[in-house]
């Protein structure tokens, strides 16, 4: 495992990742920072954890749709547990920040 860092809205989170998964990683930290930027522009109003609980949600809608398009289809569902595994560590650090907001 690599020990890697991302960050979401100006906060570092040590990570530790697979090798083949470092850029992969970096790509999904990315994607979630320009969410929660997104939705916190657009819901000025709102507090942390509503915009952060409302990204997520709309990610998980994303994952979803994706999801369901591949089914039916054939494809290789080897990717998906690690993406899978990856975004449930996200995930994790996101609660972790949201504690760490309240």
Do not use: W
Not at 30 to 38: P, Q
Not at 92 to 102: R, W
Request: hydrophobic letters at 40%; a negative charge; charged letters at 25%.
């Amino acid at each position: 495992m690599k020990p890697i860092k991302v960050s979401i809205l100006g906060r570092q989170y040590p990570l530790r990742v697979n090798e083949a998964d470092v850029d992969m990683m970096h790509e999904i930290a990315a994607y979630v920072d320009e969410r929660f930027r997104t939705f916190k522009k657009e819901l000025i109003n709102q507090n942390d954890t509503t915009i952060m609980v409302l990204a997520c949600l709309s990610i998980a809608e994303d994952y979803f749709t994706a999801k369901n398009q591949l089914n039916g289809a054939e494809t290789s569902d080897k990717a998906l547990p690690e993406i899978n595994s990856s975004l449930i560590q996200l995930l994790a650090e996101i609660k972790s920040l949201n504690h760490d907001i309240t």
